[in-house]
């Protein structure tokens, strides 16, 4: 079963997030949240916030047990790109781009199984046999 969680519109460049995104792909959870906590960088706290809510969604939507979970894809997507200008010499501008991003990140898990129910038994189905009247040359007992 596969759980995905969406972080939209994350002020951060994609190309900056792309190098922590590409260390925890195919990873089980656990260790990615590890590298994830000692890895010093904005991206890395951005995508572990994404990661967890992924886990709780697996967790409590899906009933998926955390720790069979891995770490099918981490794909960070371009948002749209707010335009500023600074000033330049003899009043021109520059521009500057301040970059947004989208992160997704997709887990794998194993559905639970279900619990096979007992077969039940064939005599609890059938009716108790009547018991056979007397017959006139037989006296009843």
Avoid: C, W
Wanted: aromatic share 2%; glycine share 4%; charged share 30%.
């Amino acid at each position: 079963m596969e759980v995905k969680s969406t972080t939209k519109f994350v002020r951060l460049s994609p190309k900056k997030a792309r190098d922590v995104a590409r260390e925890i792909q195919g990873l089980a959870v656990s260790n990615a949240l590890d590298i994830l906590t000692f890895t010093p960088k904005k991206a890395a706290q951005l995508i572990g916030k994404t990661l967890r809510t992924a886990i709780a969604d697996a967790e409590n939507n899906y009933s998926l047990d955390p720790s069979t979970l891995t770490i099918k894809e981490a794909v960070i997507g371009a948002g749209p790109t707010l335009r500023r200008f600074k000033p330049r010499a003899k009043g021109s501008a520059g521009p500057i781009l301040k970059r947004t991003s989208h992160i997704s990140i997709t887990l794998l898990g194993e559905p639970p199984q279900k619990k096979k129910r007992a077969p039940r038994k064939a005599a609890a189905k059938k009716e108790p046999a009547a018991e056979p009247t007397a017959t006139p040359d037989q006296p009843s007992a």
